[in-house]
């Protein structure tokens, strides 16, 4: 049998530099991120919010005023979010509560046990379970009411400055970019620079509808399975696997891990039923809604999700995080309008490839040679 040939990875000087120039470029950003943290922080989630209100405000603009439009909808919106901010977080902190208490009790069942009993006290595995529960979130019910009060009124004037810079966003948003394009461009690029911002935030905002669209029914799905199986924390395991469904293709799989690792310690057979249900539910997904949002819509892709993601969560957590798969989002978006724009020659070479020689050019050698003579 003929040995199978060797592939040599060549480095060149170039490659090296140019890698170390990247990691160079990702620590400079991060750097820069830190160092502004608090009014990147906000005027991103200003941003974001508003170029998520802006469709509305142009759909109900069409029957009153663009002011009483905004007012409505922001509004509408301030009491949408407050509503499921307080019935969510209470019924997931509730949640949180009895499976703290739940996985305690198995713990110091372990602790007790003849079997497990010596390792499970040498590894302080009760005191560990507190830990972690109590090192949670103050949004998943960690902390206490003291710690949820003082991030309550430590961020009020944040919250504040993020509301006038979506209320200030939604009033003068396009008018302000409009400005800057005219600031840098000129005649036929700025429009083409515009159009291809409109373009670009069309298809993100289309993409983020679908994507929200979705993980609400996903949500909603295994909230009933979760309900139906009796399994704890029903809701909590509901907004995780919204959360991880936002990643295109494995998402599902990935939410299932933990949560079925959890579920194999109380019923087994369900957690063997619920993996096959999530591998399938997955594979459907990713032939039918993900292949059309692709095809229709924008790819993202599963690595550039987790990138942003990343990246957003190293900087700001969970909020850090959906911000930035937006602006991902509408970078990749961006690309799309640009491509579709490009021209294999320009229009200007073209003419200057086809332009016929002119009577002048041609009568001036003439010219020239007799006044030579």
């Not at 530099?17 to 608090?38: D, K, P, S, W, Y």
């Not at 069409?62 to 002011?67: C, D, G, S, Y």
């Not at 810079?165 to 700025?190: D, K």
């Not at 298809?203 to 979705?214: A, C, D, E, N, Q």
Request: hydrophobic share 60%; net charge neutral.
């Amino acid at each position: 049998m003929a040995a199978a040939p060797h592939r040599t990875v060549r480095l060149t000087t170039w490659s090296v530099v140019r890698g170390l120039l990247a990691v160079a470029a990702a620590a400079l950003l991060i750097g820069l991120a830190r160092a502004a943290e608090t009014p990147l922080w906000w005027i991103a989630v200003a941003a974001v919010l508003a170029a998520m209100l802006t469709p509305a405000v142009l759909r109900l603009q069409r029957f009153v005023p663009r002011a009483a439009a905004i007012g409505i909808v922001l509004v509408l919106a301030t009491a949408f979010g407050a509503l499921v901010v307080w019935r969510g977080l209470s019924e997931v902190a509730v949640q949180v509560s009895a499976l703290r208490a739940e996985a305690v009790q198995i713990a110091e069942e372990y602790e007790g046990s003849s079997q497990y009993g010596e390792v499970a006290t040498e590894f302080a595995l009760s005191d560990k379970v507190r830990t972690f529960f109590d090192g949670l979130p103050l949004y998943l019910g960690g902390g206490d009411t003291i710690d949820a009060v003082e991030a309550v009124t430590s961020n009020a004037g944040g919250l504040l400055a993020v509301f006038f810079l979506v209320v200030l966003l939604l009033v003068s948003g396009e008018r302000m970019v409009r400005a800057g394009l005219a600031q840098v461009l000129r005649g036929p690029a700025r429009d083409q620079a515009w159009d291809a911002l409109r373009g670009a935030y069309s298809r993100t905002s289309r993409y983020t509808g679908l994507l929200i669209l979705r993980a609400i029914v996903v949500g909603v799905v295994v909230n009933v399975v979760a309900q139906v199986a009796g399994w704890p924390a029903g809701t909590v395991i509901a907004l995780w696997f919204a959360l991880w469904s936002f990643v295109p293709g494995v998402g599902l799989v990935v939410a299932a891990g933990p949560v079925l690792v959890g579920v194999a310690l109380f019923t087994p057979v369900w957690a063997a039923v619920a993996l096959v249900g999530v591998v399938v539910g997955q594979y459907a997904l990713a032939r039918s809604v993900d292949h059309w949002i692709d095809a229709h819509v924008l790819r993202l892709g599963a690595a550039l999700t987790l990138l942003a993601a990343a990246f957003g969560t190293e900087l700001y957590g969970l909020g850090g995080a959906l911000i930035m798969w937006y602006l991902a989002a509408f970078v990749v978006a961006a690309g799309h309008e640009v491509a579709a724009d490009v021209r294999p020659v320009p229009d200007v070479l073209k003419d200057m490839v086809r332009r016929p020689a002119t009577d002048d050019a041609v009568r001036r050698p003439a010219t020239d040679d007799a006044s030579a003579r």
